[in-house]
């Protein structure tokens, strides 16, 4: 059995596996040693992964290392299943690089789009020979509404419902705001993908992330939903090595 930690932006997402096999799914806010050592004794996991886009006290790592039999980190320096072709491979997102890895065991072979909806929406492109090529970042739905809020004197906060698709023609603040930002998020998504299809017209395009069932409202072409790629990719790569 092994365990797989997302650190995100926001949240610590973990995973346990058998083989490749997602078996249980958990979110906490913090990293909470007694509920990863519950995780780890009830599931009685050798080994682990850790992945994160924010620092990680140095005693946490210490702490999976002792629990665990087998423990990597995801780094730019792991071996991994595709090829890196990122100019800057030290700043690339771990999340984006393990998002990367499942794509491509989804698709193998094929030109792909990862698009990974949270905080931010990030896509990511790997090509037909395995090669992760880069792509795009972009402030995520709830920093847009956040953002409107702060750097105005007087726009509100709003909270979308993230059900309804608002009209395309506000007819309060509140409603343009609610239609510049989830209609604007829709008309982004839909212009990279086809921007993508120019180029590569056997395109495969996989949703992940928390915003990722919502975001699927808006794709006007062929895709699959994945919303746990992270976690898998990084069991994959865990895998690979060990």
């Given at each position: 059995?092994?365990?797989?930690?997302?650190?995100?932006?926001?949240?610590?997402?973990?995973?346990?596996?058998?083989k490749?096999?997602?078996?249980?799914?958990?979110?906490?806010?913090?990293?909470?040693?007694?509920?990863?050592?519950?995780l780890?004794?009830?599931?009685?996991?050798?080994?682990?992964?850790?992945?994160?886009?924010?620092?990680?006290?140095?005693?946490?790592?210490?702490?999976?290392?002792?629990?665990?039999?087998?423990?990597?980190?995801?780094?730019?320096?792991?071996?991994?299943?595709?090829?890196?072709?990122?100019s800057?491979?030290?700043?690339?997102?771990?999340?984006?690089?393990?998002?990367a890895?499942?794509?491509?065991?989804?698709?193998?072979?094929?030109?792909?789009?990862?698009?990974?909806?949270?905080?931010?929406?990030?896509?990511?492109?790997?090509?037909?020979?395995?090669?992760?090529?880069?792509?795009?970042?972009?402030?995520?739905i709830?920093?847009?509404?956040?953002?409107?809020?702060?750097?105005?004197?007087?726009?509100?906060?709003?909270?979308?419902?993230?059900?309804?698709?608002?009209?395309?023609?506000?007819?309060?603040?509140?409603?343009?705001?609610?239609?510049?930002?989830?209609?604007?998020?829709?008309?982004?998504?839909?212009?990279?993908?086809?921007?993508?299809?120019?180029?590569?017209?056997?395109?495969?395009?996989?949703?992940?992330?928390?915003?990722?069932?919502?975001?699927?409202?808006?794709?006007?072409?062929?895709?699959?939903?994945?919303?746990?790629?992270?976690?898998?990719?990084?069991?994959?790569?865990l895998?690979?090595?060990?």
């Open positions: 059995m092994n365990i797989v930690l997302d650190f995100g932006n926001s949240l610590l997402k973990v995973g346990t596996f058998y490749r096999k997602l078996t249980a799914y958990e979110v906490f806010k913090v990293f909470d040693r007694d509920e990863i050592d519950r780890i004794k009830e599931n009685q996991i050798e080994s682990g992964i850790i992945s994160s886009v924010v620092s990680i006290p140095g005693s946490d790592i210490e702490f999976l290392r002792k629990k665990l039999k087998y423990f990597v980190e995801l780094s730019e320096k792991i071996q991994l299943p595709i090829t890196i072709k990122y800057t491979p030290e700043t690339l997102g771990k999340d984006r690089l393990a998002g890895v499942g794509g491509e065991y989804i698709f193998p072979g094929k030109n792909l789009l990862i698009i990974d909806a949270g905080t931010c929406i990030k896509f990511d492109f790997v090509n037909n020979r395995k090669q992760y090529i880069g792509g795009a970042i972009s402030p995520g709830s920093i847009r509404f956040l953002a409107l809020n702060k750097f105005t004197d007087k726009l509100p906060l709003i909270e979308p419902d993230y059900i309804s698709i608002p009209g395309l023609i506000g007819n309060s603040t509140e409603e343009s705001i609610l239609s510049g930002i989830i209609n604007g998020v829709g008309a982004e998504v839909n212009g990279i993908i086809r921007k993508y299809e120019k180029i590569y017209p056997d395109l495969k395009v996989i949703l992940s992330g928390g915003d990722s069932e919502f975001i699927s409202k808006f794709v006007e072409r062929e895709f699959v939903i994945e919303p746990d790629l992270v976690l898998k990719g990084l069991n994959l790569i895998e690979y090595n060990r």
